[in-house]
């Protein structure tokens, strides 16, 4: 990625991430999910950058959204919520599109149940930012803005 350009960022925000703003609070906060898109597009654009956002529930869509942002994109940032855990499937994807993916988790996963602290798609992102809140997506952007 040339630090010159303009940087493609694309957020995937995976299963049940849509329902921020309802979801434990002392977990993830008390900002909607419709806010929490309205700021990340705002420092996106404080950083210069330009960025789409995906959310789905479903894992397909979500490798279909990936596979997807190949040619498209310089950089991802994906919070697989409890994919993280399991999914082999959008691992796969991750280290098949061949784009710098930042890991992104709002609450501490590795202060939680013992099976949020293993993510299986760790190993093919270049980072992982957990556990400061709705600032883990604007920490992942400065990130891939450094790049
Ligand atoms: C999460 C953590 C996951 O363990 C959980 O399943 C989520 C959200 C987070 O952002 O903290 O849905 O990814």
């Known amino acids: 990625m040339n630090s010159q ?13 849509n329902l921020l703003g309802e ?15 309205e700021m990340i597009l705002d420092r996106a654009d404080a950083l210069g950058m330009q960025c789409e956002i995906f959310q789905s529930n479903h894992e397909g869509a ?14 991802v940032i994906l919070n697989a919520g ?14 098949d599109m061949q784009l710098p993916c930042v890991e992104v988790h709002i609450s501490n996963v590795q202060a939680r149940d013992d099976f949020r602290a293993k993510s299986v798609i760790a190993p093919v992102c270049i980072g992982t930012i957990a556990g400061f ?4 997506y604007f920490l992942a952007l400065q990130a891939l803005a450094m790049l």
């Open 133 to 136: 809140g709705i600032n883990s």
């Open 82 to 95: 409890a994919y993280t855990h399991y999914s082999y499937a959008i691992r796969d994807a991750i280290a």
């Open 62 to 75: 979500i490798i279909d959204r990936l596979q997807a942002a190949r040619n498209t994109f310089d950089g």
């Open 5 to 17: 350009m303009i940087k493609k960022v694309l957020v995937v925000h995976g299963p049940n991430l």
């Open 23 to 37: 979801r434990d609070p002392a977990f993830y906060g008390n900002v909607t999910f419709a806010k929490l898109n």
